[in-house]
């Protein structure tokens, strides 16, 4: 099975050992972090264990992260992954860390796509599930362009610098008339 | 070591499972009314259940209790997916037909009363199948709990079936000690 998948504009590969300053420049800027909530990291040495830990999440079938390459520049422009499998109920969760240029249904639909095609037909998948803070509007306006639907929310999910944070749930699923949709035109919607 | 308390509530008890519960469990796991109950529990499951009864509650991962009225066991009120960092739960409440359902709400209440104070939960959940019980459902909602969602084919039922989970919540206000704690740490 490859892992490692090309979109028209887009390397969607995995991490290699030169990549942690990539990791780092992404995960170090506040506005990719904000709305997941978490803090930018401060050292590079956070996106070592970051790398490593997306490594052994991977062996141990929790998680699959891969980085986004841009063709033209080479420059790694978001990083998108699948957590907590759940193969009993063939279910995951999709996040996305991307720069704010990026952030856009054009270049999203290109990189979801991708991943949530591998998610259904190579790891028969059949729920993937995206929680966006209510904050995040840009999130969520792409999430119901691509047509996920709103399952509605879960209160209170996890305390951040003493703020209780709600998550909007969205779904998309395999038998979803939209992802049909999307087989048949190789693509989500782009606007 | 004792895990799991014993709690009064009006007219009722709820305490620790123990060895003498095993053939209330069995029927309650048979009646088929809520996910995971099946036709196929047995004496076998139901001692594991206890086991797992007192091993969840030592290391806080969950915790089980019988609800005894009159000196009978009518019910069971259980917490799975106990995260004691976000100071929440997930529920589950079987009972059997002799139990009525003001008896279960006070069961209930009493419980989540207990755990807010001792061990500070705030955030209750329920996870349902829009083929549950509904008059668990209706318990449930006269306690407090509101449905916040509607997880799309969340639970596989069958190699090729997925159900709808319906997310009940019920989100307690922080202690002003428990505030005041978190804001001098």
Known sequence: MNWNLNTEHYYVRFAHEEDIQNIYALLGTNDVVKNHPKNPMVVEA????????????????????????????????????????????????????????????????????????????????????WFLMSADKCFID???????NHDGQL????????????????SLLKTDDVWQQAIKAQGLPQS | MKFVANVDFNGGQLRPLDQSDVDTIVKLYQKQTLAGQSTTASTEHAERMITLSVQMAATQRGLMWAIEIDGQMLGMLSLYDWQPTSLKTLMRLDVLPGITQQQQVDALSTGIDFLAKKYHLRNFSFHCLPTDDEA????????????????????????TEFSDVLVFNKILELAPETQHEGESA
């Open chain 1, 46 to 129: 956070q996106a070592m264990d970051e790398a490593r830990r997306m490594v052994m999440q991977f062996d141990a079938k929790e998680a699959a992260f891969w980085l986004v390459e841009e063709k033209a520049t080479g420059k790694v422009v978001a990083r998108i992954s699948l957590q907590k499998f759940n193969w009993v109920n063939a279910s995951a969760q999709l996040r996305v860390d991307v720069f704010s240029d990026f952030k856009t249904q054009s270049a999203l639909s290109e990189m979801i796509y991708a991943v949530a095609t591998l998610a259904y037909e190579d790891l028969s998948l059949h729920r993937l599930e």
């Open chain 1, 142 to 148: 792409i999430a119901k362009a691509f047509g996920f």
């Open chain 1, 155 to 170: 209160m209170n999910f996890l305390e951040f610098e003493g703020s209780w944070i709600d998550y909007q749930v969205f």
């Open chain 2, 136 to 159: 668990m459902m209706s318990t449930i909602q006269q306690v407090g709990f509101i449905q916040q969602a509607c997880l799309r084919d969340f639970r596989r039922i069958s190699q």
